[in-house]
């Protein structure tokens, strides 16, 4: 099932995951093991999409552990929490890529990464509708863009984020998941559009229309368009369907348009300034697929509330922590104004704080909320912020 994810910059990207309450049996732990794992968790789903924006080298730290030092510690929570082995191994191919990367950068710049978990100015809704996964999740940024009829569309404006919009050496990339059977445009840029017919992958073009194999309804599938100028071939799920050469250049105009006769959902709209290589296509796919939701469900399942709040608080002070630390990512007080809520209980249908919360993390988390109510954060307040986390770092055996 899809969970969501990240702007190019990740300015707004956050890891509050609003979980419903299930009064399950949990596995015996310390606290603190379960918010290592947490944290583990969150540092490389969030250093992951800083290095896979592309503006980030896969060799820079960002921290004393870095992503490959993230990835071994996650290797290793997941291990020591009882996870299944085929989440454990989910791990592994990751490193491969990190180790690749040392000879070739993995990662092309992008033209546009639309991740449809806030609104955007590049982005006019016209019946498409921001969604989250669930009632309770609506405070997390895991979101996807609905197409509830077949008249709702959504125009994405790529000037507003294109690095150099109208190159015919290019990506495209997306998430989809059909309502029933369906018919209609994922993409649609006038001249050539991406689009389902009775669920299966159709590419127009000014040539002709090429069929590929078909999406399953109520699934996500992953969909890329690859372009060199003189061919282009379609994927779906990493496997070539559609192959043609073409007649002229496809291009990409200054604007396209989402929807059009689809019913359904779509997310990860990517555009890539290359035609990336089939490995990388099959490859690089949000980690909320390949990590995120498999290891936060096994969590919800199988460990006592009080062990997922220890999980959540670790992630969440993990994301504000390579937040505080990086470049390229930034602390708006609506991050501290929303972890507050959550790690004080204060929002419905999330763990209540451990009982034996000792009065003094409690007011430091309450304090969280305070400097969140700034419409700005000044030097002297991120001051404070980093204090107060690390006196949660401490409090949650994470030194």
Known sequence: MKNKSSDLFLVGFSLLLVVSLVSLPGLQAT??????????????????????????????????????????????????????????????????????AKNR????????????????SSVTLSGAKIESISEEARFQSYRYLEFPDGEAVAAVDITKKSLDAGSENFTLELWVNPSGI??????????????????????????????GTDLTEGSWSHVALVTD?????????????????????????????????????????????????????????????????PVIGWVNENFGPDERWNFYAGLLVSSLSVKGSSEMATIKPENLKDASDFLLGR???????????????????AQLGELGKNEELSEED??????????????LGLN
């Open 31 to 100: 606290g603190s093991e379960r918010a290592e794992l947490g944290f583990s968790l969150g540092e490389v789903l969030l250093r992951w999409r800083l290095v896979s924006s592309g503006f980030v080298s896969p060799e820079s730290q960002m921290g004393e552990a870095g992503l490959s030092g993230a990835l071994n510690q996650l290797k290793s929570s997941l291990s020591s929490s009882g996870f299944p082995e085929g989440i454990v191994k989910r791990v592994k191919p990751l490193e491969g890529k990190l180790v690749e």
């Open 229 to 293: 100028g003189q061919d282009v071939t379609v994927y779906q799920n990493g496997l070539k369907t559609v192959s043609s050469g073409l007649s002229e250049p496809l291009g990409i105009p200054g604007k396209l348009q989402l929807g059009g006769g689809f019913r359904g959902k779509l997310d990860e709209f990517r555009l890539r300034a290359k035609a990336i290589s089939p490995e990388g296509v099959s490859f690089d796919r949000p980690l909320d697929y390949l990590l995120g939701f």
């Open 347 to 365: 929002i419905e249908n999330v763990p209540a704080p451990p009982e034996d919360l000792p009065t003094s993390v409690q007011d430091e988390v």
């Open 105 to 120: 950068f993995l990662w092309p710049i992008q033209l546009g990464y639309w991740g449809f978990s806030q609104s955007s």
């Open 182 to 211: 369906v018919s209609g445009a994922l993409v649609d840029l006038s001249s050539w559009s991406l689009a389902l017919e009775d669920n299966g992958l159709v590419l127009a073009l000014p040539q002709g229309h090429i069929s």
């Open 382 to 395: 991120r001051g404070k912020v980093n204090e107060i986390l690390g006196e949660l770092v401490s409090y």
